[in-house]
C-alpha cells in the first residue's frame, strides 16, 4: 500500500510569511497526527484528527497555528505568521483505528527553515 | 506528567560489540511502550513494541515497571543498525485511538 504522502518536502520563508503543509494519509486511515520535530529533539505532537474532528489540540499555538481535514482524508497545516522559532520538520502520520493502541505511520515530513 | 527520557544523545559502539539504549518514563497508568527507528532518509517507523515481546532484527526490550525504564538491547551491533532510535509512550485516550510522547532520540553510530 502507499504510504503516507507530504508535500512540500522543503520550504523556505522568512519570518512573518505564511507557509502551509499538506498531507494525504494511508488511505482508510481514520486517525490522523501533525508532529513537530525540531532539531535535536523528538517529535511532538500539535494536533490529532479522527475522521474529520480534532481530538486532541492541546499542544497547538493556536494564534498562530492552524489545521484542518476536509472530509476526513487529506489535511493541512498551516503557519501564520511563522516565527524563527518554528523552524523545525512537520511530520505526519496516520494510524488505522479510532480506538485503544495502533501503529502508527509516518509521512517524510516537510523541514520548514524560517529565516 | 507523561514523560519519556532518553539520557543519551549519541552512543558509538564498535560492530560486534552489545548495544544497550537507555529509556526511563513517567506516566501514571498502565504504559504501553515503544521503539520507533529512523535510518538515515528514511521515514520514521517502528521497531518494536513492548506488549509483543518480540525481538526485531535482534533487538529486545524488556519494560521494568520498578524502575521505569524500557532499554533497548541487542548483544551484537551490526553497521546497519546505525540510525536514530525514539523510544516512546503511548497516552490511552478513552474515546478515540492514542497518542505517543517521544523522547529526545539517540543517534546510534557503530564503527567497523
Known amino acids: 500500500e502507499a504510504g503516507v504522502a507530504q508535500s512540500p518536502r522543503y520550504k523556505i520563508i522568512e519570518k512573518r510569511q505564511s507557509v502551509a503543509f499538506w498531507c494525504n494519509p494511508i488511505s482508510g486511515h481514520a486517525t490522523l497526527y501533525w508532529y513537530q520535530q525540531i532539531l535535536g529533539q523528538g517529535p511532538k505532537l500539535l494536533i490529532q484528527f479522527q475522521n474529520n474532528g480534532v481530538v486532541d489540540d492541546s499542544q497547538l499555538p493556536k494564534d498562530r497555528f492552524s489545521a484542518e481535514r476536509l472530509k476526513g482524508v487529506d489535511s493541512t497545516l498551516k503557519i501564520q505568521p511563522a516565527k524563527l522559532e518554528d523552524s523545525a520538520v512537520y511530520l505526519c502520520a496516520s494510524s488505522p483505528r479510532t480506538s485503544g493502541y495502533n501503529e502508527q505511520f509516518f509521512g517524510p515530513g516537510t523541514r520548514l527553515t524560517v529565516l | 506528567a507523561q514523560r519519556v527520557t532518553q539520557p543519551e544523545k549519541l552512543l558509538s559502539v564498535f560492530k560486534g560489540a552489545p548495544v544497550e539504549l537507555k529509556c526511563n518514563y513517567s506516566y501514571s497508568g498502565s504504559p504501553e511502550l515503544f521503539w520507533y527507528v529512523q535510518y538515515s532518509r528514511q521515514r520514521l517507523q517502528l521497531l518494536l513494541r513492548h506488549i509483543s515481546r518480540e525481538s526485531i532484527k535482534g533487538f529486545t526490550a524488556d519494560l521494568n515497571k520498578g524502575e521505569t525504564s524500557f532499554h533497548l538491547k541487542k548483544p551484537f551491533a551490526q553497521e546497519e543498525d546505525s540510525a536514530m532510535y525514539y523510544c516512546?509512550?503511548?497516552?490511552?485516550?478513552?474515546?478515540?485511538?492514542?497518542?505517543?510522547?517521544f523522547g529526545s532520540g539517540t543517534r546510534l553510530s557503530i564503527r567497523p
Open positions: 516512546a509512550l503511548s497516552a490511552l485516550q478513552y474515546s478515540s485511538a492514542s497518542k505517543i510522547i
